[in-house]
């Protein structure tokens, strides 16, 4: 059974000119800002990296490491609420600052979405559907959890994995031994391999005045784990989206939480969601709705934690995203002369490295098969 604090947060409105305090300088701190600053807010952005993306369009910058005491003490200072952009924020310093900051997500939610023993625990304690999962500390508990899940599996460190990083897919027992490599470095949780039809993932938010809403079904495609291609609405029954969004729903409230979440999820061939993950902030899956949404979800983010009312999200026209990565820059320079109708969103990060995400492209469309054909033919994405 998942502990938790129960914290009764009061209600607190944060108004135009005030100062929202961004823990993070990426991209999606960058597009919060973006935001905030379209809603007449001032922004104050907390990174290490003096040009990080977030920090090109803030007001200011505290150039500071994330568990900088001092530095976030600072940010707390100055900020009039504050956010956080990614999940790997030190816990630790935030809990201590909590009482002396306006931090309306609270800590609890990053405690459990930190974790994926925690976070999946959750979950299966909310009813909802999940891979079976065991906690494996060491290699005599992996052989273990391998016998009651079964081959294939997958084992997953506890904490810090991103896009696929520090994961091993685990066939059969010749795999047990890069397995144990990974278990040799971290804790970690031995998930069931679980034969989906596809993967999808819902945004979801709420205020603390409890208001809910609730972006549209994306359906996502991978390419070797990083999200490749969102396309919106998701190809799958009018019932199962929604029963993702009832699922997305039923987590906001359960996490009583405040701000945007990232639901991802996974159809099963058995015709079930399967919740695979959570992101406790904007998600790369929602970047399409900044065009194809009345509200995007980083709008929506700032009015929830702004204590602003959340309205009703509509989808204005069905659209795909494509994430731009370092080893597509080049290509995408030359794109953008030959499609006017595409939105192309660059982040301003100075080293294109591989696999890095750089930027993305959004295409509203009335025939989206067309439009997945058009990508393909651009060749950008062929590698
Ligand atoms: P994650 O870091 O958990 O999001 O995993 C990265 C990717 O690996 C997912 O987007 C899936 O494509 C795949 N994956 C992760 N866990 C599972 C699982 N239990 N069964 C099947 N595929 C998985």
Known sequence: MIKRKKVVKILKYIKQGQTIGIIGGGQLGQMLALDAKENGMKVLVLDPNPTCSA???????IVAAYDDFAALQQLAKQADVVTYEFENVDLAALEKLEKTIW??????????????????????EQGLDVVDFCEVNDEQELKQAVKKIGYPCIL?????????????????????????????QRKCILEGWLDFSLECSVMVARNLAGEITVFPVSENIHRNHILHLSIVPARIAENLQQVAKQAAV?????LDLCGVLGVEMFVGKDGRVYINEL????????????????????????RAICGWPLPQI??????????????????????????????????????????RKMGHVTILTDDLDKTLVEIEETKVWSD
């Open 55 to 61: 920090g090109q369009v803030a007001d200011a910058q």
């Open 314 to 355: 509509t989808l204005l026209k069905p659209v795909v995203m494509v994430n731009v990565l370092g080893q597509h820059v080049c290509a995408i320079k030359k794109l953008i002369q030959t499609k006017p109708s595409w939105h192309f969103h660059d982040y301003g990060k100075d080293q294109a490295l591989l696999d």
């Open 250 to 254: 039923k987590i906001a409230k359960s």
């Open 103 to 124: 931090l309306p997500q609270g800590t609890e939610l990053l405690k459990i979405t930190k974790n994926r023993l925690t976070e999946k625990t959750f979950l299966k």
């Open 156 to 184: 997953k460190t506890c904490e810090g994995g991103y896009d696929g990083k520090s994961q091993v897919n685990i066939n059969d027992s010749a795999d047990l031994n890069e397995a144990g490599k990974l278990l040799r």
């Open 279 to 302: 992101a406790p902030r904007p998600h790369n899956s929602g970047h399409y709705s900044i065009e194809a949404c009345d509200f995007s979800q980083f709008a929506i983010h700032n």
